[in-house]
């Protein structure tokens, strides 16, 4: 593949990044100061910044509800990003949009979907945009295995397939939709539905190596920039923490050594080993590289602790582009506290 | 001018809008063949499925059976510089995407905090009144109210359809429209020129003094037969047509309640949650100190809608039960 030197190391950045933002926000919303639940990414970073990095600076992105990582992945900065989930006027959406709905359209993310699958066909949309327009951008959709299983996903294929859409469907197969295990809801193999649509489905089994899914990912970009249609991408991966932090099962739903395996992959650490083995970088570039990502995840928390929540009034903006009166606003921000 | 019908309306108004912006695509089932009459720009049945010959296969996208991927990709491309028009046949198959309407086009915008911009228009017509039973007849525009983030018209003339419809088209929001096929046929005199009607602004169809008669829809010719009946009993009544639902013209009912004294509301959607229980509550709100009378509806009845015709033609408001409405609120 003869990746540059620069490239192999932003990728290891970018997990680096992803792993430490997600670390400090599984932190924060034990302490309390994110509102709400977040899903981590932890263990699937491979995956996601091997897909990220195939995509140029200028094409689309929708994730799911485990989505931090996807910005990032894409090159967004982790200050708005951490002040969206504590749910500061600083952050991505300026707080109204949290942990399941980040987005940034600076780096091509239009948004995460609270509801599973249903970002897929926005994917499309952009996908169709793209191609209306001939501007060559391509369009990632990414879903979970649970998501594999809703309707709206062979929609899309369908109508991806038949207008040649420049899309890639990713579907990040940790091997459970909460705690659920995919085989026993899922009928077939997931990369092999894509014969029915008539586009190439491949499985990277080795989702913690992210030069394999980079590769694959690629390959599929390229052909959807070449105006030869969609593909779908399945890749195996395993994720390190509960569904959602702060989820507390009755069950163990996840067998301990199955667990203790997928932890002996830790694609970061997998990642370090190779890029020292293959005379990339030093341990102590690597070293000093995992300090500036830590520092970076500091100044991230510091920016969502120092940016204002917003101010009330907000709640009424952005509904529509222009003002549209909205019945009970006045009433609500003029009541008593 | 020249004489259009409601249908013909439609058609010129998505012709001028694909003419004037590249961006617009028309995208939906049997689109390509012109089947729903809007996207052909002749009159004579030769001529049907000449957008096609006019704009392309680019612009004009037949789609395969998939409402869900349809709208939602409708809204991926609104979000990433499209102008889509959505042709989704019949209002009752806009069920069929749910979950793409409400929680991709109504919350996109919101939830990224502005970073999205979706002008798509998604059209869609009622098809009551034809005995087509249950599956075909509905008139959900009350549902899609209760979400906040999308717009709705409901034309009720054709000169109407053709203003809001390029009023749609230019919106930076999702815009739905409810189109009436009891009044597909209907034909007036309409501008030929471009011209616009803006969202959120009430049209007085016939002044008077005695009763206000808010009419959406179909509802407002029949809301018209039954003003000029009772006209000659000396009652005056004056007929306003919303034409947008969202945003609502709230303004010009207000006014005219406080003129009259009294209210009817004549609307085709079943009772329960309808636009007439919003207007309603408005008033109630409102204008309570002017009203002389309790407010009346006239809506249809909560039940299904049944196909034989001798079930169907009394469930929904016609010139008879508006008639009656109004002299029960003049006591
Ligand atoms: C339509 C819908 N149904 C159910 C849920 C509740 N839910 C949230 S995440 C999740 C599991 C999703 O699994 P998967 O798609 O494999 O993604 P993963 O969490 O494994 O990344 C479920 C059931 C939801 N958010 N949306």
């Known amino acids: 593949m003869g990746l540059a030197p620069e490239v192999l190391l932003e990728m290891q950045r970018r997990m680096l990044r992803i792993r430490g933002f997600d670390e400090r926000a599984s932190k924060m919303v034990k302490r309390g ?15 996601v910044v091997g897909a990220c990095m195939a995509l140029g600076e200028s094409d689309y992105m929708t994730g799911n509800h485990r989505s931090h990582g996807h910005p990032i992945g894409k090159g967004s900065p982790l200050g708005p990003l951490m002040a969206e989930l504590v749910g500061k006027s600083g952050g991505v959406c300026g707080g109204k949009g949290g942990s399941l709905h980040l987005a940034d359209f600076s780096v091509g993310s239009l948004g995460e979907s609270g509801i599973v699958g249903s970002s897929i066909p926005i994917a499309v949309g952009a996908g169709l945009s793209a191609s209306v327009l001939g501007n060559k951008r391509v369009s990632l959709a990414f879903f979970g295995d649970g998501a594999a299983n809703q309707g709206c996903l062979y929609e899309g294929m369908n109508l991806a397939g038949v207008w040649k859409l420049p899309v890639v469907f990713l579907c990040e197969n940790n091997q459970y939709a909460l705690s659920t295990p995919a085989h026993t809801v899922t009928s077939g193999v997931i990369a092999e539905r894509a014969a029915g649509f008539g586009m190439p489905g491949v499985r990277v089994e080795d989702g913690q190596d992210v030069l394999a899914v980079y590769e694959a990912v690629n390959t599929a970009v390229e052909r959807a920039r070449a105006g030869e249609g969609p593909s779908l991408v399945e890749v195996v991966t395993y994720r390190f923490h509960e569904h959602s932090e702060g989820l507390r099962l009755g069950t163990d739903y996840r067998d301990a050594e199955e667990k203790a395996a997928w932890l002996q992959r830790d694609p970061i650490v997998l990642f370090r080993r190779w890029l020292a083995e293959n005379g990339v970088a030093s341990d102590a570039e690597l070293d000093a590289l995992e300090a500036e990502v830590a520092a970076e995840v500091d100044a991230a928390e510091a920016f969502a602790k120092d940016s204002p929540y917003p ?27 | ?270 009772r329960t949650c309808s636009a007439a229980a919003e207007i309603s509550a408005v008033v109630a709100e409102d204008a309570f100190d002017a009203l002389k009378a309790p407010i009346v509806r006239v809506t249809t009845p909560d039940t299904q809608i049944p196909f034989s015709p001798a079930l169907e033609k009394q469930l929904y408001p016609n010139r008879d039960n508006i008639a009656a409405a109004v002299r029960r609120v003049l006591g």
């Open chain 1, 33 to 47: 100061f994110i509102p709400g639940t977040v899903h981590t990414s932890i263990g699937q970073e491979a995956q």
């Open chain 2, 1 to 270: 001018m020249t004489v259009m019908s409601y249908l013909g309306a439609i058609g010129a108004a998505q012709r001028e809008a694909m003419e004037a912006d590249e961006r617009v695509v028309i995208i939906g089932e049997d689109v390509e063949a012109n089947v729903y009459g809007t996207t052909g720009a002749g009159k004579s049945r030769r001529d049907k499925g000449d957008f096609l010959e006019m704009f392309g296969r680019n612009r004009i996208r037949n789609t395969p059976i998939s409402e869900e991927v349809i709208v939602g990709a409708a809204a991926g491309a609104a979000m990433t510089g499209l102008r889509p028009i959505v042709d989704l046949s019949y209002s009752s198959f806009l069920y069929m995407a749910m979950d793409q309407f409400v929680n991709q086009v109504a919350k996109n915008r919101y939830m990224f905090g502005g970073q999205a911009s979706l002008p798509v228009v998604f059209r869609s017509a009622m098809f009551y009144g034809l005995n087509t039973g249950a599956h075909h007849s509905d008139r959900p525009y009350p549902m899609f109210m209760n979400v906040p983030g999308l717009k709705i018209i409901a034309p009720a003339s054709p000169s109407d359809a053709k203003g809001l419809l390029r009023s749609a088209v230019d919106s930076e929001d999702p815009v739905l429209t409810f189109e009436a096929c009891p009044l597909w046929g209907m034909k007036e005199e309409v501008d030929e020129a471009e011209y616009r009607i803006p969202l959120g602004v009430a049209r007085t169809v016939r002044p008077g003094s005695d009763v206000t008669v808010v009419a959406i829809s179909s509802a407002v010719p029949e809301a018209v037969r039954a003003a000029d009946a009772l006209a000659e009993d000396g009652i005056s009544v004056e007929v306003i047509d919303p034409r947008t639902l969202v945003p609502l013209d709230t303004d010009a009912v207000l006014e005219s309640v406080a003129r009259t004294g009294r209210l009817v509301v004549a609307d085709p959607a079943h």
């Open chain 1, 311 to 337: 101010d009330p009034a907000m709640a009424f903006a952005d509904l529509y582009t222009e003002p549209v009166p909205i019945r009970g606003a006045v009433e609500l921000i003029g009541a008593p506290a």
